[in-house]
């Protein structure tokens, strides 16, 4: 079974610039994660999507923060302007539906950003 | 909303059982715990998952008293590649709004296996 792919791995910026990070989720989890993971601590959910529709948001800054996910499968998550605080580690994670005994998270490797 | 309490890091050797106790006072009765285990440059990953008594699976085992207010990852006979941080998360996936889905990552318990 293929994993949470995402892409890019690394990527470095100027703050005030823009990014977007893709995520393609394990087959048939209807739930899809991102979460932001700065050094040291622990990851710190963004943005929770069921299908195609958001169910967990209040937590993105959504003043610089976007995510979108058509069609219930792929996702980006977008940052327009980039700050310095935004450097870290940008995890995507998904799962089969929710609800009753939580369901394990399955995680993408991350995109590290850089910002400058 | 359930908070864990787990030491922050922790040393080991080879060969030797590591247990770490995390704490959760404020479990819920939906709550279940849910370990995961993270590598430098890694996502983390799931590793086992209780509500009461007893877990095992064939990386670990997790031990839940009868008050639930505390539990215990098991790994059995580290070695090197078991270095990692360890992450306890209590909660259900019956929450959400402002729950951040009610599973909430603390900064977790840095295990270093020495040789």
């Known amino acids: 079974e293929a994993g949470v792919a995402q892409s890019p791995r690394y990527k470095i910026i100027e703050k005030r610039q823009s990014v977007a990070f893709w995520c393609n989720p394990i087959s048939g989890h209807a739930t899809l994660y991102w979460y932001q993971q700065i050094l040291g601590q622990g990851p710190k959910l963004l943005i929770q999507?069921?299908?195609?529709?958001?169910?967990?948001d209040s937590q993105l800054p959504k003043d610089r923060f976007s995510a979108e996910r058509l069609k219930g499968v792929d996702s980006t998550l977008k940052i327009q302007p980039a700050k310095l605080e935004d450097s870290a580690v940008y995890l995507c994670?998904?799962?089969?539906?929710?609800?009753?005994?939580?369901?394990?998270?399955?995680f993408g490797p991350g995109t590290r950003l850089l910002v400058l | 909303l359930a908070k864990t309490t787990q030491p922050i890091s922790m040393d080991s050797y080879e060969g030797q059982e590591v247990n770490i106790t995390c704490s959760h006072n404020?479990?819920?009765?939906?709550?279940?715990i849910t370990w995961y285990q993270q590598f430098p440059s890694q996502g983390p990953r799931f590793i086992i998952q209780g509500y009461k008594t007893k877990v095992t699976n064939e990386v670990a085992s997790l031990f839940i008293p009868a008050d639930r207010k505390s539990s215990t990852l098991s790994l059995p006979r580290v070695s090197l590649s078991d270095t990692a941080v360890y992450y306890c998360l209590v909660g259900d996936d019956l929450s959400y709004g402002g729950s951040q889905g009610n599973l909430i990552f603390g900064k977790g318990t840095k295990l270093s296996v020495k040789p």
């Open positions: 404020n479990i819920a009765t939906n709550d279940y």
């Open positions: 994670a998904s799962s089969l539906v929710p609800g009753g005994q939580p369901k394990r998270r399955d």
């Open positions: 999507f069921q299908n195609n529709g958001v169910v967990d």
